[in-house]
């Protein structure tokens, strides 16, 4: 059984960093596409970042293009990073992590991704 679970969520300040963690079990993870996506109250879940299984392709959202920093250590079954810095006060959100277990590329849809955590919530004050 495939599990996804993120950590290192919490409340910070603008201008802060945090660094989320997403930890997968349950399958050959080290050969999937991961993703970050994110869902800020009252507005539909949106795509953050996604790197493919080896972490030769990545992409990002035009809103945290150099802020944010998504990696992987398949030396850790696969686990995936988003370091987040700069944030922002519309950073805020619940941050999920997901798996495309077709590990083609690093794609921005949901609907290419199988498996998903269970969200770690992001708060930044200003």
């Known amino acids: 059984q495939v599990s996804l679970v993120e950590s290192g969520g919490g409340l910070v300040q603008a201008g802060d960093s945090l660094r989320l963690s997403c930890a997968a079990s349950g399958g050959t993870v080290n050969s999937w596409t991961m993703g970050w996506f994110r869902q800020a109250p009252g507005k539909e879940r949106e795509f953050v970042a996604a790197i493919d299984w080896d972490g030769g392709i990545t992409d990002y959202a035009h809103s945290v293009k150099g802020r944010f920093t998504i990696s992987r250590d398949n030396a850790k079954n696969g686990t995936v990073y988003l370091q987040m810095m700069s944030l922002k006060p519309e950073d805020t959100g619940i941050y999920y992590c997901?798996?495309?277990?077709?590990?083609?590329?690093?794609?921005?849809?949901?609907?290419?991704?199988?498996?998903w955590g269970q969200g770690t919530q992001v708060t930044v004050s200003s």
């Open positions: 997901a798996a495309d277990t077709y590990g083609v590329g690093a794609p921005v849809a949901a609907y290419w991704y199988e498996y």
